[in-house]
Nanobody
Framework: QVQLVESGGGLVQAGGSRRLSCAAS????????MGWFRQAPGKEREFVAS????????SYANFVKGRFTISRDNAKNRVYLQMNSLKPEDTAVYYC?????????WGQGTQVTVSS
């Protein structure tokens, strides 16, 4: 069982940066693949970025490549999403995800609003 709590959301101007953090409970955190998803109003939840348990392999949605960076600290049971060059279209609720085999866990989400 893994519980996830996101933080770091807020209001930021276009072109600015924001760092999201996801705190995970559970002693097997390091075994899980971690990811970030987002959901804008009226839209479906979409993949943003993921990182394998070892931290050595990452994947990004095309619309964030070169702007966002996902990382993890297994010793602190945390995963991060550094967001740079933010755009108004990045406005969404951002969710942390943990996945291991059939097990799939979600946080409650954190709102990021980018003003133009």
């Amino acid at each position: 069982q893994v519980q996830l709590v996101e933080s770091g959301g807020g209001l930021v101007q276009a072109g600015g940066s924001r760092r999201l953090s996801c705190a995970a409970s559970g002693r097997t955190f390091s075994s899980y693949a971690m990811g970030w998803f987002r959901q804008a109003p009226g839209k479906e939840r979409e993949f943003v970025a993921s990182i394998r348990w070892s931290g050595g392999s990452t994947s990004y949605a095309n619309f964030v490549k070169g702007r966002f960076t996902i990382s993890r600290d297994n010793a602190k049971n945390r995963v991060y999403l550094q967001m740079n060059s933010l755009k108004p279209e990045d406005t969404a609720v951002y969710y942390c995800n943990a996945r291991l085999g059939p097990s799939d866990y979600w946080g409650q989400g954190t709102q990021v609003t980018v003003s133009s």
